[in-house]
């Protein structure tokens, strides 16, 4: 009889386990119901499951241990992935963009395909440490001829630093030239976004540049594709509650949505008619004001 229970119980914690990492973290009271066991002994699996270091207990529930990641991929490497909902998402990102207002760029991927949708938003005042996304204004610039700017050209602020292998420029020369200023709406590229370590990246000197950049920013948009949810990069620079909406694909799984949605003040999901009411107000605000200079 113990030996069947002390199975029946291992059967039952390897499908909590299972349940835990496909979904990202589950509930006691889903898990009672799915297990059709009582509170209590969800509890005690959550406990030993615990104990043995592959889950981390949370109010209400448990979510996978995940180990922090230190691996940064070159920008080459991740322009190949998720294409389609880069796509999406910077077609969406792009919309929030006021003609005439001063926004900041982050370095990545995402960010990189939003800064071409960008170049039809007139008046822009840009500021980036992204080599790449300030090459796209520049290229579209020489594209357009003659030896001045066309009426409603971006201008573009490429901060100094030193390059990562994503073509950032971060550091203390990047750190200082984005202290003094100030900009509407950051859009933000980011390795990693989750519940406990909120915005994470595995360069640490990126960390600090990202950190400045969200504290220069009135609103900050995170641009991330779904499988970035979760992810967890060696150093946090800034907590959910200081994100004002997360853009993100259709490919995201309809419980991060709902657990978003209690976290965030704006969540959008590109291809998919859902707007977030930060966005709204921004659009209200900009047209009885002047955007800030920088």
């Known amino acids: 009889m113990t030996e069947n ?27 009672t119901r799915k297990l059709n066991v009582s509170d209590m002994t969800v509890r005690r699996d959550l406990d030993a499951l615990a104990r043995q270091g592959v889950v981390e207990k949370v109010h209400g529930g448990a979510v996978p241990v995940v180990e922090a990641s230190t691996h940064e991929p070159g920008f080459e490497a991740k322009s190949n992935l998720e294409l389609s909902a880069k796509e999406d998402i910077a077609r969406a990102a792009a919309a ?39 090459d796209v204004f520049h290229t579209a610039q020489r594209a357009g001829g003659g030896n001045g700017q066309r009426p409603g050209t971006a201008t573009v602020v490429l901060t100094g630093g030193v390059r990562t292998p994503s073509d950032s420029l971060v ?46 920013a009135r609103r900050v948009v995170v641009v991330a594709d779904h499988t970035k949810w979760g ?29 978003i949605d209690e976290l965030l003040p ?29």
């Open 266 to 294: 704006g969540l959008v999901v590109a291809g998919e008619s859902r707007i977030s009411r930060n966005d709204d107000e921004s659009r209200e605000s900009h047209n009885d004001q002047n955007p800030e200079d920088i």
């Open 231 to 259: 992810t967890v990069g060696l150093s946090s620079f800034a907590a959910l509650d200081e994100v004002d909406t997360l853009v993100t694909d259709g490919g995201m799984p309809a419980h991060d949505r709902a657990e």
């Open 171 to 216: 550091g203390p020369v990047a750190d200082r030239a984005i202290r003094s200023l100030h900009f509407d709406v950051l859009f933000l590229g980011v390795h990693g976004i989750s519940v406990e370590a909120g915005l994470s990246t595995p360069n640490l000197a990126e960390a600090e540049t990202n950190r400045r950049l969200v504290h220069a």
């Open 96 to 134: 929030m963009a006021v003609p005439g207002s001063a926004i900041a760029l982050s370095g990545g991927t995402t960010t990189y395909a939003l800064a071409q949708h960008l170049l039809e938003v007139p008046d822009l005042t840009v500021v980036t440490n992204s080599v790449r996304v300030a």
């Open 5 to 31: 229970q002390n199975l029946l119980a291992e059967q039952r914690r390897a499908l909590i386990l299972d349940e835990v990492r496909r979904r990202g973290g589950v509930r006691v009271n889903e898990l």
